[in-house]
């Protein structure tokens, strides 16, 4: 056999040695956790970190946890690398978390222009949530953007009521601007509000648990009131 041949069936040998191994760790570690803590959540995928011997399990879609090669610990926390600064964890959960832009129902949102729109995001709110009223009055400095409005009533049947009321009104934008920049609420009407139900649908598919929750052309999304630099930092440039 030539060397270079060799090389090459050598690693192939390396990889499929270093898989099954592998695979034997990742069985070993489901099976040792299922018979411990029975309930635990069914685990939906195992792999590496780049800590030695530290492995990262994601439950239940989306929640992170760590555990050691032979599962006698179990680890809740974030996992921080402390050469590059990085929150491995938050990274983690930003790619898990993602959201295809392009996949949210605009059909159902409130569509808020600002400047000529050419930046774009997409905004989970509820009329009752204070950090929603507290964010939409720093949001007015941002230009030049396409704001995307879900109204996402979670707070009860007064939320509901509101969100029914803006998204009857005639002008939706602005009775949604007129409660959460000056306090004054939508006059009642109605009309086919059908569409704040698939919101709040959609919402919990894509595990969005509180409001304000804000997503981003490049997926990533952002929960609370955050900073205006971080919201100017997260949307795409706009297209010259």
């Known amino acids: 056999m030539r060397p270079f041949h060799l090389i090459i069936a050598l690693s192939l040998c390396n990889f499929l040695v270093s898989s099954v191994w592998a695979q034997g760790?990742?069985?070993?570690?489901?099976?040792?956790?299922?018979?411990?803590?029975?309930?635990?959540?069914?685990?939906?995928?195992?792999?590496?970190?780049?800590?030695?011997g530290l492995f990262e399990l994601r439950v239940d879609g989306s929640e992170i946890y760590y555990t050691d090669a032979a599962a006698n610990f179990l680890i809740q926390g974030h996992l921080i690398d402390t050469k590059s600064q990085?929150?491995?964890?938050?990274?983690?959960?930003?790619?898990?978390?993602?959201?295809?832009?392009?996949s949210l129902p605009f059909k159902d949102a409130i569509v808020i222009v600002r400047g000529k729109g050419e930046r774009k995001m997409a905004m989970f709110e509820d009329p009752n949530c204070g950090y929603c009223k507290r964010f939409e009055r720093?949001?007015?400095?941002?230009?030049?953007?396409?704001?995307?409005?879900?109204?996402?009533?979670i707070l009860g049947k007064d939320s509901i009521d509101k969100s029914k009321?803006?998204?009857?009104?005639?002008?939706?934008?602005?009775?949604?601007?007129?409660l959460m920049l000056r306090d004054i609420p939508p006059a009642p009407t109605g009309c086919d509000t059908t569409a704040l139900k698939r919101n709040v649908d959609f919402g919990q598919?894509?595990?969005?648990?509180?409001t304000p929750t804000t997503i981003f052309?490049?997926?990533?999304r952002v929960?609370?009131?955050v900073e205006i630099a971080q919201v100017e930092k997260l949307l795409s440039p706009a297209k010259p």
């Not at 990274?91 to 392009?102: C, H, S, Y």
């Not at 720093?138 to 996402?152: A, H, K, P, R, W």
């Not at 598919?205 to 509180?210: D, L, P, V």
């Open 25 to 52: 760790e990742e069985a070993m570690i489901r099976k040792t956790l299922k018979d411990r803590m029975p309930h635990i959540h069914p685990i939906d995928e195992i792999k590496r970190t780049p800590m030695p």
């Open 86 to 102: 990085r929150d491995l964890t938050e990274d983690r959960l930003q790619k898990i978390m993602a959201v295809d832009f392009k």
């Open 138 to 153: 720093e949001l007015q400095s941002i230009d030049n953007v396409t704001v995307y409005l879900f109204l996402y009533p």
């Open 165 to 178: 009321a803006i998204w009857c009104s005639k002008d939706q934008a602005k009775a949604w601007q007129d």
């Open 205 to 210: 598919k894509q595990r969005i648990s509180g």
């Open 217 to 220: 052309p490049d997926g990533s």
């Open 223 to 225: 929960s609370g009131a």
